[in-house]
């Protein structure tokens, strides 16, 4: 009887990053439900002209490129940094004096920070405070200005009055600052399918890695999606793979 042993494949696990060469520790991305390779082929085809009913003579496939993609469920800054080609600061826990607000009655305007609360509300340089709840309000983190409110409107663009308040700890991305990064990128997982035999996936060197789309607004659990190619790495010896490693345990 033939004997053919099960290498079915239902994977979980984590992905994590760093850059290319650099001697730091790799980094996880977080919850992910998606990651594949994905082979990009050219095909050179010689039809067979010595069949009248056609067919082919002779083909061959070139591998043009290796792709890859994932998905990532975990909007944290880290994230939103390396796949936005930003940088990303922690910031912790404040408050804001006297920070210069121009606003306008009867509209929203946001502060530099997100306000947890909002202990005063001045003239520009001081003076007697406004009244919450009649003046303003506390909105979104930002400030509301009713449209009877006494605050004054503001002149030429210039600030009309000043804001103290306290701000939560909070991240903050500065998107699309940085040209391109490459990274090495591990996949280290198990295989639901054989009893949770190990699995280990390592591209050397990719590069791309740009979020498709960042839905920030919708009905289903938000999503990133990134994809890329993978880059030859040179330090590779002889009879190893450039591009693409993959270990299962037996």
């Not at 079915?8 to 650099?22: C, N």
């Not at 390779?37 to 050219?42: E, G, M, R, T, W």
């Not at 740009?210 to 190619?229: F, I, K, Q, T």
Request: with cysteine.
């Amino acid at each position: 009887m033939i004997q053919e042993p099960d290498y079915s494949y239902l994977g979980s696990g984590h992905i994590l990053v760093r850059e290319f060469g650099a001697a730091a520790p790799f980094l996880a991305i977080g919850n992910c439900s998606a990651l594949s390779f994905s082979p990009q082929v050219n095909t050179l085809q010689l039809a067979d002209f010595t069949n009248p009913g056609g067919g082919t003579r002779n083909r061959v496939d070139r591998i043009t490129d290796v792709q890859f993609s994932f998905t990532f469920h975990d909007f944290h800054g880290e994230n939103f940094a390396r796949f936005l080609r930003g940088d990303s600061a922690d910031v912790v826990a404040g408050s804001a004096t006297a920070e210069a607000v121009v606003g306008y009655k009867g509209g929203w305007t946001p502060l530099a920070k997100y306000a947890a609360t909002i202990t005063s509300v001045e003239p520009v340089g001081g003076g007697v405070p406004y009244t919450a709840g009649t003046d303003y309000e506390l909105d979104n983190g930002g400030i509301f200005l009713p449209a009877g409110s006494t605050i004054p409107d503001p002149v030429a663009g210039a600030a009309n009055f000043e804001v103290d308040y306290t701000y939560d700890a909070h991240s903050v991305t500065e998107a699309l600052l940085n040209s391109a990064k490459q990274y090495t990128l591990i996949f280290t997982g198990l295989n639901e399918a054989r009893s949770g035999k190990a699995i280990r996936a390592r591209a050397h060197k990719v590069t791309g890695g740009v979020l498709a789309s960042l839905a920030l607004l919708g009905e289903d659990y938000g999503e990133g999606e990134v994809s890329g190619s993978l880059l030859p790495d040179a330090n590779q010896g002889a009879g190893l793979s450039k591009y693409l490693q993959i270990l299962q345990v037996a």
